[in-house]
């Protein structure tokens, strides 16, 4: 057996392991719906890209703008509202341990930075690589910047967790203070921006809804945590009253259908985020949580559950990596005579080939992940003792950085074709946060 074959079966001796040795406390829900909500996302952003050669040069076509009838999908596989609500139940868990324990706001800052800031890194770095050796190479500019604006995309989700995360204190305060109330004064500020967004064209004031949306649902990840959500009766009310009320605002509404952004579209429910994209995550919590008793029973059992830790152990790596994967695999295909990529997308000649891309990208992330995680399974707390107003601003620039690189990718003006000053702010960050540090060597040096 290779190398990567014994890491492997390595990585599921231990996952089976730690299954033994979970307490029944445990939430095995909470892991199983990460692990769930990844391969979605995943397979949706795979499913999505229609990367084909027209005339030569490469184009990439996305499905929901080609195949109108694929919005309604998005229903399903934009699981970002599942992310938070899981973030609000571990948070909460989480912080409780913590002011139970006597550990301060800086102590748990510094673990939560560690284990969310420093597997990105490895990221960014890799494509500042591709970047500037593509650009040494003579590839085109245009192709480098689609290519990076791609794989780059899952980082603007964590740039906004992490300021979610910053708040946790607080929101966690505002929880046991208030309870629901908590959730709907939210739940109003984002209808009320909503407001101020169409019927006043006052459309750079919708950003304030990355903070009114997924703050509500954190909420309702500590409402869960906290049993304010049990029952069937309960999770189906929230699950009919979401869904109703999200059919409302896309027939009747100013709302598109899609619950993600779709090319073309003037209005998107996901950039800046809408009161649509809560309605989709209170619909998705009542299914979801309608299924949990049943789910529960079906994870007690050893190889389920190993499955699922197995998955979280790298959920990180698998999620950063999946676009760069898919990436990789195009501009192979592309070297090797455009195989594949003359299929015109929408055709039934390209979907019934989509089993075979899906496959090759699951292949070259398979591949990857096991290497990859082994910074997120060393990821934790920072180095030393930081202070809370050096975490927080170190976060502040790292989210920044992560948020441009997002939007644009890597590609500029700069040395090497790149965005240099952009692709510092992760690193920066990193380092105010005492997520990176150098040698002791070079400190003295």
Request: glycine share 10%.
């Amino acid at each position: 057996m290779n190398t990567v074959g014994r890491f492997k079966l390595g990585l599921w001796t231990q996952a089976r392991t730690m299954a033994g040795q979970t307490p029944d406390s445990r939430n095995r829900y909470v892991d199983f719906l990460r692990a769930l909500s990844i391969l979605a996302v995943i397979s949706g952003h795979w499913l999505m890209a229609a990367p084909h050669v027209i005339d030569g040069n490469l184009a990439i076509a996305n499905m929901l703008e080609l195949e109108p009838w694929t919005r309604w999908l998005t229903w399903g596989f934009q699981v970002m509202p599942i992310f938070f609500l899981v973030g609000g139940y571990a948070n909460g868990v989480s912080w409780s341990a913590a002011t139970r324990d006597g550990r301060g706001y800086s102590e748990w800052l510094a673990s939560r930075l560690g284990r969310l800031i420093k597997p990105v890194l490895l990221l960014v770095l890799a494509w500042i690589l591709i970047g500037g050796v593509g650009n040494l190479l003579g590839i085109r500019a245009e192709i480098l910047s689609i290519a990076s604006r791609v794989a780059l995309v899952p980082i603007w989700f964590l740039s906004v967790y992490i300021v979610v995360a910053l708040l946790v204190p607080w929101t966690w305060g505002a929880w046991r203070r208030y309870g629901m109330a908590s959730f709907w004064v939210l739940a109003l500020l984002a209808i009320f921006d909503d407001a101020l967004f169409f019927a006043f064209g006052l459309r750079d004031l919708g950003w304030l809804n990355y903070a009114f949306v997924w703050l509500a649902v954190h909420q309702l990840g500590y409402a869960w945590r906290d049993g304010h959500l049990t029952g069937l009766r309960n999770a189906v009310t929230w699950a009919v009253g979401g869904m109703a009320l999200l059919f409302a605002m896309v027939y009747w509404g100013p709302y598109p259908i899609g619950m993600v952004s779709v090319p073309g579209e003037e209005v998107s429910n996901t950039l800046p985020p809408k009161f649509a994209m809560l309605a989709l995550g209170i619909t998705q919590m009542g299914i979801l949580l309608a299924l949990e008793r049943p789910a529960q029973r079906w994870l007690s059992r050893l190889g389920p559950w190993t499955l699922t830790l197995l998955v979280n152990g790298m959920i990180m790596t698998i999620y950063l990596w999946h676009l760069t994967a898919s990436t990789l695999v195009v501009g192979l295909a592309l070297e090797i005579g455009n195989i594949g990529l003359e299929v015109d997308p929408g055709t039934s000649l390209w979907w019934g080939l989509r089993p075979i891309w899906l496959l090759v990208y699951l292949a070259t992330l398979a591949l990857m992940a096991p290497v990859f995680s082994r910074l997120e399974r060393g990821a934790g707390s920072t180095a030393g003792n930081v202070t809370s107003w050096r975490l927080v601003l170190g976060a502040l620039v790292a989210c920044s950085g992560l948020a441009l690189l997002a939007l644009d990718g890597v590609v500029g003006t700069q040395w090497l074709g790149l965005r240099i000053y952009v692709l510092c702010l992760p690193f920066l960050g990193a380092y105010i946060a005492g997520v990176l540090s150098f040698p002791q060597r070079l400190n003295r040096g």
